[in-house]
């Protein structure tokens, strides 16, 4: 168990409603990252962040904010949900320097009616 | 963007040696390639990873060959339990946004 929590497991929102998701570790790695999987794309990845309040955008950022106060934190945060933002959220951590060797939390369901 | 090209999915018995291979024709001389193994409801887990030859661990082997453009993951004697989605991704050690899953191949192994 790599250490990664995810909260909440299961989320059902309306559109048009803000919703944020929390991971936290307690592996004090530095990079964190947050991806989505939906059935017949894989994993893509949306933002992930290499320190305390530095962040970069993923593939597919638009739509998503992210937050990085703390090194154990790493908080998604969907502006304005939409219907095409169901999907599983999954949060990975990583050590420095070996971002191909990353450590899932067990995900996130968000349905967004 | 390094992408790779797997097989969508593969059945195998219990007992036999399974090996998935994984194509990736623009991987570049800092990249890696690292595979990922997904059960259902659950995160991607960390298997592999190597840069050339052969690499092995207490769960799979990895074999690589000198031009590089493609790998093969090779699991000894399946089980039930590694029915799974397995991923390959090639990437430098240090490009967090130049990783990419794709959908991976499904194996699944029958009694």
């Known amino acids: 168990d790599a250490g990664i929590t995810q909260s909440p497991r299961h989320k059902v929102t309306e559109t048009g409603t803000p919703v944020t998701l929390r991971c936290h570790q307690t592996e004090n790695h530095r990079y964190m990252y947050w991806y989505r999987q939906d059935p017949g794309h894989g994993l893509r990845l949306i933002h992930y962040s290499y320190g305390v309040k530095d962040t970069d955008k993923g593939e597919v950022s638009d739509g998503y904010s992210v937050s990085r106060s703390k090194t154990e934190d790493f908080l998604l945060t969907l502006e304005s949900a939409t219907s095409s933002q169901t999907s599983v959220y999954f949060c990975a951590i990583s050590p420095l320097g070996t971002v191909n060797e990353q450590f899932f939390g067990p995900g996130t369901r968000l349905t967004v009616l | 963007l390094a992408k790779t090209t797997q097989p969508i999915s593969m059945d195998s018995y219990e007992g036999q040696e399974v090996n998935i291979t994984c194509s990736h024709n623009n991987i570049a001389t800092n990249d890696y390639i690292t595979w990922y193994q997904q059960f259902p409801s659950q995160g991607p887990r960390f298997i592999i990873q190597?840069?050339?030859t052969k690499v092995t661990n207490e769960v799979a082997s990895l074999f690589i060959p000198a031009d590089r453009k493609s790998s093969t993951l090779s699991l000894p004697r399946v089980s039930l339990s590694d029915t799974a989605v397995y991923y390959c991704?090639?990437?430098?050690?240090?490009?967090?946004?130049?990783?990419?899953f794709g959908t991976g191949t499904r194996l699944t192994v029958i009694p």
């Open positions: 190597g840069y050339k």
């Open positions: 991704l090639v990437g430098d050690q240090t490009g967090a946004n130049n990783l990419f």
